[in-house]
Every structure is written in structure tokens, then in C-alpha cells.
């Protein structure tokens, strides 16, 4: 069946660092791929998604790339800030009409 | 403001109950979704209805039963039989069954422990 796979956390870096959490899906078909971000004691919201091949979303800075080659969308950000701790879901929409998510990666940003 | 909101917010229930978790939106969206967060964890899909009164198991059903009576209404019962109901429940909708873009908005969550 459908899958996703994304790194594991936790994943802590400096304030202004460059950071990349992996994301690679196994799906029938080629599904929308989504970047859901979740902040302590709430709900997901949605980061960034790209519906086809080679498309790139982006979002408060973050991108990321559907690589059909690779199956993957890795989520990438150039300078984080403190602000961007949370928990990170990367998630597709699959043939059978369910949205699969990743385990999420906690990602932490020290000052 | 339309969205999903989830009541109640904190749940407390004695071993050998039921519990029913509400899941309201106003967002005339038609799929609905239910979902278990485990601390740590990623989120393990419950139930989903993609239209009134039809809905389908997920990849942990057992122990729990949801109805589709109403379009914006899509409720959670936690049963007796749920051997470890302890989690963080997540309730999400998307506006259109035959989409496969569009993204899924959440409710806050309701955190249900077992006393």
C-alpha cells in the first residue's frame, strides 16, 4: 500500500542554520504531496504541497520539490528561525482516497 | 470564521467506558477524517466518510465507531473494547471527495486519558 517515510527526529540546530528533513513516499499513481507543520497542543496546518512532477511549493520560506525519479520531497529551509520549532508531517493523498502521513520529525531551534 | 472545531478539548474516561468525541466543521467540506497521534508517533488514520452516511475503516478501527448522519457532522465513539485509548485525536476535513490537491484542514484536537 501507500507509504511515506521522512526522517527521524528529534533534529536540533542553531538559529540561521540550513535545514533539509527527507521525505521519500511509495504510492500507485502520482499522488499530491503535502508539508503539514503541528505546534505544541494543537492541530496540523498545511505548510506546502505540490500536486505534480517537478513542482516545488514553498511557504514562510520552506520549499520543496516533488522528484517523481526519486520518489521524494524533502523539505528544505535556508535560515531557520526559533520560531520554526515544531513537529513536521510530510503526507500524500492516496489512490484509495486516505491522507497518509509520516511519523513527523520534532525539530528544535536554539537561540 | 469557518473550520473544524473539536470538543472537548481534554477527556477523561474510567476503564469500561464509552466515549464520544464531537467533530463539528462548517466548511460544506464532504470528506472527513478521523486520526490517532501517540506521543512520538505520526498519526494512524481512524475512520474517513467521503460522503453522508458512508464511511470506511482506516488502519486502526477496532475498538472505535464513527456516523455520518449530517455533512458537517462527524462524530468518534471511543468503546470499551478500545484497549488503549489513551492519545491525542485529530479530526480533518478536505472539500472535495474526487480532489486529490486540496489540503485537509484540522480541528485542535482532543486529548482523551484513561483514568
Known amino acids: 500500500g501507500d507509504s511515506v517515510t521522512q526522517m527521524e527526529g528529534p533534529v536540533t540546530l542553531s538559529e540561521e542554520a540550513f535545514l533539509t528533513i527527507n521525505c521519500t513516499y511509495t504510492?500507485?499513481?502520482?499522488?499530491?504531496l503535502f508539508w503539514y507543520v503541528q505546534y505544541p497542543g494543537e492541530g496540523l496546518q498545511l505548510l506546502l504541497k505540490?500536486?505534480?512532477?517537478?513542482d516545488k511549493g514553498s511557504n514562510k520560506g520552506f520549499e520543496a520539490t516533488y522528484r517523481k525519479e526519486t520518489t521524494s520531497f524533502h523539505l528544505e529551509k535556508g535560515s531557520v528561525q526559533v520560531s520554526d520549532s515544531a513537529v513536521y508531517f510530510c503526507?500524500?493523498?492516496?489512490?484509495?482516497?486516505?491522507?497518509?502521513f509520516g511519523s513527523g520529525t520534532r525539530l528544535s531551534i536554539r537561540p | 470564521d469557518g473550520g473544524i472545531t473539536q470538543s472537548p478539548k481534554y477527556l477523561f474516561r474510567k476503564e469500561g467506558q464509552n466515549v464520544t468525541l464531537s467533530c463539528e466543521q462548517n466548511?460544506?467540506?464532504?470528506?472527513m477524517y478521523w486520526y490517532r497521534q501517540d506521543p512520538g508517533q505520526g498519526l494512524r488514520l481512524i475512520y474517513y466518510?467521503?460522503?453522508?452516511?458512508?464511511?470506511q475503516k482506516g488502519d486502526i478501527a477496532e475498538g472505535y465507531s464513527v456516523s455520518r448522519e449530517k455533512k458537517e457532522s462527524f462524530p468518534l465513539t471511543v468503546t470499551s473494547a478500545q484497549k488503549n485509548p489513551t492519545a491525542f485525536y485529530l479530526c480533518?476535513?478536505?472539500?472535495?471527495?474526487?480532489?486529490?490537491?486540496?489540503?485537509?484542514?484540522f480541528g485542535q484536537g482532543t486529548r482523551l486519558t484513561v483514568v
Open positions: 505540490a500536486t505534480k512532477a517537478d
Open positions: 466548511l460544506n467540506h464532504d470528506a
Open positions: 503526507a500524500l493523498y492516496s489512490s484509495a482516497s486516505k491522507i497518509i
Open positions: 466518510s467521503q460522503i453522508v452516511n458512508d464511511f
Open positions: 504510492a500507485t499513481g502520482y499522488p499530491s
Open positions: 480533518a476535513s478536505i472539500p472535495d471527495r474526487g480532489s486529490r490537491t486540496a489540503e485537509a484542514f
